[in-house]
């Protein structure tokens, strides 16, 4: 599978005022921090356009993007600044579909696109997704024109992980040792690797979180540590994503496996969690449709506890069953299950433990607000989450606010909330595994 992810630069469209960005064709300072190795493609016969490169993967791997797609993109580029300057593009996107489909329609397929938005009176999508169809391999093309919607949508990231001491392997050793290490951490220093990396890649985000550190001999001698990362995108400024970018550094500049470091920094190699498993497979009102299908509410009883330890994935035989619970979420009616982490804090296995409040309510009802805030606020994370995961593929886009989590090659919508973790199992993980 190759996956290409790029913008449409137009000079034409540029806005040359100070802190001003055109809606169409120009890139902001924000966005061009997104990653570290970008390309750049232009046509001679496609002048007006120019083609940035963010992700170009073959399989997950990073490739150098193939010429008959960057030469491709910029011939469609080009055909919508033609269409668009001589008004043939409008505010109508169903015209637009129409005129793009019957220009490309032996060369394309998978056609998705945005909203439209205008620029010096010239009209055309926010971006556009779809698969050439070159009979050599799968493939999904995203390009975007507008500046806003490239900020919010890209969902590739890169992090660099700044360590609070050079060698890790120190926190494998007591508190005498420990002590002093982090007493020799020199802030200007600390400053001087990061602004280095800044003048090489200007970067998204600088993110520094605390974690705290236990001696392996004495649990009840601690410190507080400080972690420092570089993030490069939006969708890397997740807590989620952030610790386990560091969890992954720290093993991968170690001699110790995971399990001796669980011991050191819980935080950061633990986690409290829930998973929730829609029951996606149960269906009452049937439809040609995916997002007109309604599910049922009505759980059969004698095989939920299998199906939940299929999908649930923990170590500890019994904690499943033991501690499963079942609900409903608003959205189309849709039954779910959901269990507690073995590493849970508190010895909080149930989901009722956190939302005891939890009712089957409309947003729109009065009867709502009458649980906490705390409570509604993760009522709509949920309701996102399981929108997302409804969709969910392994290529699919996802809100910034949610992370693609892969586990036993199952695919799940994470999200954090009051620094726990939420797993929703995306519906095409159940259908393959079923």
Do not use: C
């Amino acid at each position: 599978m190759y996956n290409i992810k790029g913008f449409i630069g137009i000079t034409a469209l540029a806005n040359n005022t100070p802190n001003n960005v055109s809606a169409l064709g120009e890139l902001s300072n924000m966005s061009l921090s997104y990653a570290t190795e970008k390309g750049k493609y232009n046509k001679a016969d496609a002048d007006n356009v120019e083609l940035t490169t963010f992700t170009s993967k073959t399989d997950g791997v990073t490739v150098e993007t193939p010429a008959a797609y960057h030469a491709h993109i910029l011939d469609v580029a080009q055909w919508i600044f033609d269409n668009s300057i001589s008004g043939n593009i409008t505010d109508d996107s169903e015209r637009f579909r129409t005129l793009f489909l019957s220009e490309f329609q032996t060369d394309i397929g998978d056609v998705e696109f945005g909203d439209m938005v205008t620029a010096k009176s010239n009209w055309m999508p926010a971006y556009i997704t779809w698969d050439l169809i070159n009979g050599t391999e799968e493939n999904e093309i995203r390009i975007w024109f507008n500046d806003e919607a490239f900020k919010a949508q890209y969902d590739d990231y890169e992090i660099t992980v700044i360590p609070p001491v050079t060698d890790v392997d120190t926190f494998m050793k007591t508190l005498e040792y420990v002590k002093p290490a982090l007493a020799a951490f020199n802030l200007p220093e600390h400053d001087l690797k990061v602004t280095a990396l800044a003048l090489e890649n200007p970067y998204s985000f600088r993110v520094t979180n605390d974690y705290d550190w236990y001696d392996r001999e004495d649990e009840n001698a601690t410190l507080e540590t400080y972690w420092t990362v570089v993030i490069y995108g939006v969708a890397g400024n997740n807590p989620l994503v952030i610790k386990e970018a560091i969890a992954e550094y720290i093993l991968a500049n170690s001699d110790y496996p995971k399990d001796d470091w669980i011991n050191v920094f819980p935080d950061i190699f633990t986690s409290t969690e829930f998973t929730i498993v829609p029951l996606w497979h149960l269906r009452s009102i049937p439809d040609e449709s995916v997002r007109g299908q309604l599910y049922s509410p009505i759980v059969p009883y004698n095989t939920i506890g299998t199906l939940a330890e299929k999908y649930i994935k923990v170590s500890e035989s019994g904690h499943v069953k033991k501690y499963l619970e079942i609900s409903t979420v608003h959205y189309k009616s849709l039954a779910f299950v959901a269990a507690g982490g073995i590493e849970n804090r508190d010895d909080k296995y149930n989901l009722s433990d956190y939302f005891p409040e939890y009712a089957l309510i409309a947003s729109s009802s009065a009867d709502f607000n009458r649980m906490s805030k705390f409570t509604t606020d993760w009522i709509f994370m949920l309701q996102s989450a399981v929108i997302a995961a409804e969709e969910m593929d392994e290529y699919s886009y996802l809100d910034v606010q949610f992370a693609r989590i892969e586990r036993d090659g199952l695919n799940y919508v994470g999200f954090t909330y009051n620094d726990v973790l939420y797993l929703v199992l995306a519906r095409q993980s159940m259908e393959e595994a079923i």
